[in-house]
Structures are given as structure tokens and as C-alpha cells.
């Protein structure tokens, strides 16, 4: 049986998709280097996390995160539509994949939740926000800052994706939040950034003026796109990832971003990426990974984006 996030109904048909929020694995990114990494066992270590016990008290019980159960007790239907297909032998054809699902996932006009994989599975999935046909805003929580155009070559590797985004016409406007410590940038990509217009909110800044202001600087209405790099958030609470970098976001801060910025308009989708299950640490990781994807489907619903 197809192990599913939460045990929500497994439904592997894009063409006739009945929901009103889908979640969809994207394991392989494009390599630096030949063979898979460890981000790409993220999505089933994901959904591995919760025994059926926990997952029956996550669903159904109060959630003092939320104010009550998870889908507030509305007729919402969540799906888990599995990892899309591929390999990593061939990962320009699961890009092509990831993509053709998004966009069924997005012209079906459910809200999509990402697991990765790597950074750069977003890719795809940014590019099928055009079926929207309208301006995105793009909120970016990571370390790094992931505006480098190439590396060894690849331009669509995990060190790219908003890059490649600001590339995308429906993206209008970048706001990159968490950028600490030493990564693959150099100045040239910071001020590629900074010419393009991107929001830059390194973790200290962000320490120092606080969720609210963060928010205050994302333009309100959205619709907007949320992609969230674990290295983007403190080790102390998500330490499998295979760049540790000390002053990144806590709980209640990546809590309060979520739920203010569902609250500021339609998030048409979220991923979350650079899990290294290997790296973890009695499950803090991935406790916390399934903490951020219920207040981000808890948030949705209370909000009622997920009307169709």
C-alpha cells in the first residue's frame, strides 16, 4: 500500500484530480555530480515520520498551532499524489515530469505542497505558475542566497532556483529571507540580486526587526509562492541538512511567516527542501518538517484559499 503524508487518500490520476490541496514528491534535482543524493529520500522519510497512532491525534485532535483540528472541520479534500517518476539516471525527464504535474495540480486549482529532494525541484514547479497568468511573489527562506547561474555546468541544480525564477515573467517580485554564513555566492550574484530587485532579509536583519516587519515588506494581496530551504531554519530544530549554518529561523518565527503570509493573500503553493534524512537527529527534522506543512495546510484552510 502506498504510504501516504498523514494517511491522506492516495491519488496517483492528475488528468481528473478531485482535490483542494495535493501533496506531490519531487525526490531528484539536477546533479552537480552523477548519482542521487541524500535530499532525495526527504519526501518518503516525510511521510515515514508519524506512526499511525500519532497520525490519528494529528489529524483529528485540537492543535493548539491552529486553534483547533487540522481541517477546522470543514469538507476539505487533501491528497497525497505520490512522487513523480524518474530517476536519478535521468533527471531532466523528472524535471519535465515534475513540471507537466504542477501544472495539472494548479489547473485543477488546488494548492500544492512540495516535498523535496533538492533545491532545485522548485524549478519546475515555478515554472508551472504560469498557468495562473498573473504576477507571483515569490517568498524564499533559505541560508543561501541560490542566484548562482551555473555550477560544473548545471543550470538548474539546487544553487539556481531563484535565479532561474527571476527569469520567469509571472514572477514579479523576490523576497529572500534567512541568508546567513558562507555559500556558494559571490559578490557578482549578490548584486544580480540586488540589481533584479530582490528583497534581501539576512537572518540578523530579520532577528532585529522581527516577523511582523518581515511580512510588512511583502507586497500584500499575492498571490504568492513559498519556498523553504531547511538550512533556511535554525540546526537546533532542523538539523539534517548538509549545511549547517547557525542563526537561522526558529519555530515560532517560520510559524508566524506562514500564518501571516496565508493570512496577506492566496499562497498558491509551498515546498519544502534540502532535507538530508541521513543527518538527523532523534527526528527533530522531520518532526518539525510535518509541524510546518500541518500550520501551512491548518492556515490554508482557515483562511479559505482552498475554495475552487
Not at 117 to 128: L, N, S, T
Request: with cysteine; charged share 20%.
Amino acid at each position: 500500500m502506498q504510504k501516504t503524508f498523514l494517511d491522506f487518500p492516495y491519488q496517483s490520476n492528475l488528468e481528473d484530480l478531485d482535490a483542494h490541496i495535493a501533496i506531490l514528491g519531487i525526490p531528484f534535482g539536477m546533479p552537480y555530480e552523477p548519482g542521487p543524493n541524500d535530499q532525495s529520500r526527504a519526501p518518503e522519510a516525510i511521510r515515514q515520520a508519524s506512526s499511525a497512532a500519532d497520525i490519528a491525534y494529528t489529524r483529528h485532535h485540537y492543535d493548539w498551532d491552529l486553534g483547533g483540528p487540522l481541517l477546522d472541520g470543514r469538507d476539505i479534500r487533501v491528497v497525497d499524489c505520490g512522487n513523480v517518476a524518474g530517476d536519478a539516471s535521468d533527471p531532466a525527464e523528472h524535471y519535465r515530469q515534475a513540471e507537466q504535474a504542477a501544472r495539472k495540480i494548479f489547473a485543477a486549482s488546488a494548492i500544492l505542497v512540495t516535498l523535496g529532494g533538492d533545491h532545485g525541484v522548485p524549478i519546475p514547479v515555478m515554472r508551472a505558475l504560469q498557468v495562473f497568468d498573473v504576477p507571483v511573489t515569490l517568498v524564499h527562506v533559505d541560508a543561501h542566497l541560490d542566484w548562482r547561474h551555473e555550477v560544473n555546468g548545471e543550470t538548474e541544480g539546487y544553487s539556481s532556483p531563484i535565479r532561474r525564477a527571476s527569469e520567469m515573467p509571472w514572477i514579479n517580485h523576490i523576497v529572500q529571507i534567512g541568508m546567513r554564513g558562507i555559500g556558494s555566492a559571490r559578490e557578482r550574484e549578490v548584486e544580480d540580486a540586488r540589481n533584479y530587485g530582490a528583497d534581501i532579509i539576512d537572518a540578523y536583519e530579520m532577528h532585529a526587526i522581527g516577523i511582523d516587519k518581515v511580512l510588512q515588506r511583502i507586497p500584500n494581496g499575492g498571490p504568492y509562492y513559498l519556498t523553504i530551504d531547511a538550512d533556511g531554519l535554525d540546526p537546533t530544530i532542523m538539523p539534517a541538512v548538509m549545511s549547517q549554518t547557525p542563526g537561522g529561523l526558529d519555530w515560532l518565527q517560520i510559524r508566524q511567516l506562514v500564518h501571516g503570509l496565508v493570512k496577506k493573500g492566496r499562497v498558491l503553493g509551498m515546498d519544502l527542501v534540502e532535507i538530508a534524512p541521513s543527518c538527523d537527529v532523534g527526528k527533530i527534522t522531520l518532526v518539525h518538517a510535518e509541524r510546518l506543512i500541518c500550520n501551512f495546510i491548518g492556515a490554508t484552510v482557515r483562511a479559505g484559499y482552498y475554495k475552487r
